[in-house]
Structure formats: structure tokens, C-alpha cells
Nanobody, 123 residues
Framework: QVQLVESGGGLVQPGGSLRLTCAASGSIFSIYAMGWYHQAPGKQRELVAAITSGGGTNYADSVKGRFTISRDYARNTVYLQMNSLKPEDTAVYYC?????????????????WGQGTQVTVSS
């Protein structure tokens, strides 16, 4: 069983910072791209930032210059440093990873999601 566990969400004032962490655990062979998505109430889930196995990154236009995605390959962990937070960043943030792992039925490759962590930006 492979799982992604997020942490680091919370309540922060506008202009503040938060750092999200997502750790993958289980019988993992390889992790390809990892990323962060967010979903605000009544809206679709959207990509915030992603990082490839080679370290290439891409960001949503709305977070460029404010958020930074990084990765610890040895720990199967991805981070999202969020600075200059705005009320419109308020959402549930989900970790996503493209993983090859050992399942009960053998080796599999799937797109997996974490359980989500709430980020609220408010004064």
C-alpha cells in the first residue's frame, strides 16, 4: 500500500507564508512527476505547481514568483513554499504523484493523491 501524506496547512494572514510537505511511503519503485493542486469551494481542482523527476518545474500563472516547489528524492517528499499569500489562495491543497509501486496484484503505475490539507488566508 502506497500513500501520500500532506502536512503544513493552516490559517495565515495575507502576506504570510506557509510550507506544505507531502511524503510518499510504501513499496515504491519510482516516482516520476510530483505536484500540488488546489480546490476552492465550488471550483474545480487546479494545478498549482509540479516538478518532474529531472527537477523541471512549472507553475500556475497566479502563483509564479510567490510559490516554490522542491523535492527531496531520497525521502520521496515534495514541498511547496508559499509566500506572499493572498485570500484567493484559500483552498484545500492536494499532493499528487505519478508512482510505480508494488501492489497486491504486482507492479503498478498510478497517479496517486493525498488526503488534502486546508490553507486559509484571512485577516
Amino acid at each position: 500500500q502506497v500513500q501520500l501524506v500532506e502536512s503544513g496547512g493552516g490559517l495565515v494572514q495575507p502576506g504570510g507564508s506557509l510550507r506544505l510537505t507531502c511524503a510518499a511511503s510504501g513499496s515504491i519503485f519510482s516516482i516520476y512527476a510530483m505536484g500540488w493542486y488546489h480546490q476552492a469551494p465550488g471550483k474545480q481542482r487546479e494545478l498549482v505547481a509540479a516538478i518532474t523527476s529531472g527537477g523541471g518545474t512549472n507553475y500556475a500563472d497566479s502563483v509564479k514568483g510567490r510559490f516554490t516547489i522542491s523535492r527531496d528524492y531520497a525521502r520521496n517528499t515534495v514541498y511547496l513554499q508559499m509566500n506572499s499569500l493572498k485570500p484567493e489562495d484559500t483552498a484545500v491543497y492536494y499532493c499528487n504523484a505519478d508512482i510505480t509501486y508494488l501492489s497486491e496484484s504486482g507492479r503498478r503505475r498510478n497517479d496517486l493523491w493525498g488526503q488534502g490539507t486546508q490553507v486559509t488566508v484571512s485577516s
